[in-house]
C-alpha cells in the first residue's frame, strides 16, 4: 500500500510568484486535505476535497485554490505569494466512509520558503 | 473562538514514568477528537480517535486517552514513557457545525529524560 506523496519536498519562490504543490492521496482514499503549518505551530486547515470538489475550507483567501482529479490527486495553488505563506504545507488523505471519522493519513509536506 | 487548545507548550518526564498531554476543546456538535505525532522534518503520525463508545480509547504505541465530555477532555497518556516517544504532539477535532473544518492544536513538546 503506497502512502500520501507529496512534491517537490522544498520550494523557494519569490513574493508575488505562483506555486502548485502536488499530492497523491493513498491507495484507496479519495478524500484529499490540505494544511499549512507555519514554524512552530499547529497545521492550519486549508480545504478538502472529495470526489473532485471542494466540501470544507478554512479561513484561508481565495489566492488559495486547489484541485482533485479523477484518480483522487491533487494540487494546491497559491497565487501573488506572501512572505507570510512561508510555512510546510501537508496534504492529508482520508478513505470514502464517513470521512468526517476517518484517520487522515499525512504526507511528508513540502516546505515552502518565500523571499 | 479556538476549537481545541493544548495547554503545555512543553512536557518534560522521565523515562519509566507515566505521562499525560492535556487537550481540552470546544464544538458545536458531537467531538470527533484526534491525536498525532510528529517527528523532526516529518508529516504528522496519527496515534488514536475518539468517536463514539467507550471513553477510553486505545491506540498506537501503547498510547491511551480518555474523552471526558464534562470537562470537553481529551488527554494523551501513557503508562511508561519512552526515549523514543520525545516529539510534538497534537491534538484535533472536527467540527462538523463549522465547515467540516479539521482544528488542530498548537501543539505539546514531549521530551522524555533518560
Redesign the interface.
Known sequence: ETGVTQSPTHLIKTRGQQVTLRCSSQSGHNTVSWYQQALGQGPQFIFQYYREEENGRGNFPPRFSGLQFPNYSSELNVNALELDDSALYLCASSPQTSWFQETQYFGPGTRLLVL | AQSVAQPEDQVNVAEGNPLTVKCTYSVSGNP?L?W?VQYPN?????LL?Y?TGDNLVKGSYGFEAEFNKSQTSFHLKKPSALVSDSALY?CAV?D?GA?????????TSLTVIP
Open positions: 470527533y484526534f498525532y516529518r508529516g504528522l503520525q496519527f480517535k468517536i497534537f472536527r462538523r465547515g467540516n473544518q479539521f482544528y488542530f492544536g498548537t501543539g
